[in-house]
């Protein structure tokens, strides 16, 4: 997808944005649920985190890891990111990475597609 597109869906304007120290370029809904980071006039990759309702694939934004594992099976990978937060990976065709985070329970707080 483009940024253009991206800008239309999202409606909003790609601006530039700290986290964790790096800077990136983002197109962001104005409640931070959806972030798409752009990459030379592409979408690279996207985040959805709370609040957004909806599902990724049949996942929802506080899953359990029961919950995941039922709708897209065990992970490919797995990546201990922090102490409260683990990530899995499905390195399927379309991959997808749902973050967990131990302080809420092991449930989805974030994924990443």
């Keep these: 997808m483009s940024e253009q597109q991206a800008e239309a869906v999202l409606k909003t304007k790609k ?63 797995i990546w201990k990111m922090t102490l409260d937060k683990e990530g899995w990976f499905y390195a399927d065709e379309a991959f997808m990475r749902v973050d967990f985070s131990i302080e809420l329970g092991n449930r989805v707080k974030m994924i990443y597609v």
């Design 15 to 77: 601006q530039n944005k700290v986290m964790m120290d790096d800077e990136y370029e983002v197109i962001e809904t104005e409640d931070s649920a959806i972030t798409a980071f752009c990459k030379e006039g592409i979408i690279d990759s996207v985040c959805i985190q709370a609040p957004f309702f909806g599902n990724v694939r049949g996942v929802h934004i506080g899953d359990s890891i029961d919950d995941v594992i039922g709708v897209l099976g065990k992970p490919t990978g």
